[in-house]
């Protein structure tokens, strides 16, 4: 089994950057891939990234491909790199083990972390 754990959240101004990491731990040998997804309240989760374990795939929703990255260290921790942000990116940022890049639905996804708020004023 896998336990992920979100850190890195915050309160910033539009425009600013921030990092976000997703650290996994536990049976790591069977992950396959890890998403970022973020919710609002009153709203389901929208997915925003992923990245193979394995490295070397990686996606990145349209709606914030030009602002938002995501990367994974030699160890067990993934990153949200996030540019230019925006007050609608407040949300709360899980992140989630799932079987591939292309999955992009809540469902697919298991081993969910706790969270991150991130908070962006105008």
């Known amino acids: 089994q896998v336990q992920l754990a979100e850190s890195g959240g915050g309160l910033v101004q539009a425009g600013d950057s921030l990092t976000l990491s997703c650290e996994a731990s536990g049976r790591t040998s069977s992950l396959r891939a890890v998403a970022w997804f973020r919710q609002v309240p009153g709203q389901g989760r929208e997915y925003v990234a992923s990245?193979?374990?394995?490295?070397?795939?990686a996606a990145v929703a349209r709606s914030v491909t030009e602002r938002f990255s995501v990367s994974r260290d030699n160890a067990n921790t993934v990153y949200l790199h996030m540019s230019s942000l925006k007050p609608e990116d407040t949300a709360v940022y899980y992140c989630?083990?799932?079987?591939?890049?292309?999955?992009?639905?809540?469902?697919?996804?298991?081993?969910w972390g706790q969270g991150t708020q991130v908070t962006v004023s105008s």
């Open positions: 989630a083990e799932g079987p591939s890049t292309w999955h992009r639905l809540p469902p697919d996804f298991t081993s």
């Open positions: 990245i193979a374990w394995s490295g070397g795939t």
